[in-house]
């Protein structure tokens, strides 16, 4: 049977939920911002498309750069997440203070995350307001896995940006 529910709680049904990391040029450095919410949008061309919050730091930097890097971290990135998901690129260089392996994108100017289970090299191709976030489609232009198929995604366990996080 259902019972009547706010969306809020009704959301909160939606748990465990994939984290994504959107990885962006903030001048000489790259700025790393945890995502709940990217879907897959075209196959033909490649296309994936991010929902960033209106007032994100990372909103401004796509918006400048036109480009940006996905990765889904593994596992075992739990605390590095944590971090870059409650620390703004506006005031702190994440990467500095809370490092993890990169290697340079092939196709855009970006960084991979090395230890990822995949990263995506995106150009934004188009933006989409909706209501208090901005949609952001990005064309795939290269495409990148781990080697090692063991390697598992992490997971959100609860709705918060300090909400806990689990490996998958
Ligand atoms: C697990 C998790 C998922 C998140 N998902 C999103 C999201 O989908 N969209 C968004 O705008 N912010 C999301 N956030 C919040 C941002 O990652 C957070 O506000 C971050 O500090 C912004 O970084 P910036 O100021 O460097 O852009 C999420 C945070 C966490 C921890």
């Known amino acids: 049977m259902q019972i009547a529910a706010s969306f809020e709680q009704a959301m909160l049904r939606e748990y465990p939920q994939p984290i994504s990391l959107v990885i962006v ?44 890097v996905i990765s889904f971290p593994p596992s075992t990135m739990g605390k590095e997440i944590l971090y870059y998901g409650t620390n703004s690129g506006r005031f702190v260089d994440k990467f500095a203070e809370t ?28 933006e989409l307001v909706t209501g208090d976030h901005v949609i952001c489609v990005g064309e795939v232009v290269a495409s990148h896995v781990n080697q090692d198929e063991s390697v598992r995604r992490l997971y959100s366990i609860a709705q918060g940006e300090s909400g806990g996080v689990i490996p998958g």
């Open 99 to 126: 490092p993890v392996r990169t290697q340079p994108a092939t196709r855009v100017d970006g960084v991979l995350l090395t230890d990822a289970v995949a990263n995506f090299e995106c150009r934004l191709v188009s």
């Open 25 to 68: 040029k903030a001048g000489g450095k790259y700025n790393p911002m945890p995502l709940g919410w990217l879907m897959t949008t075209s196959r033909e061309p490649p296309m994936l498309a991010l929902a960033a919050e209106r007032t994100r730091y990372t909103l401004e930097l796509i918006r400048q750069a036109r480009e940006f």
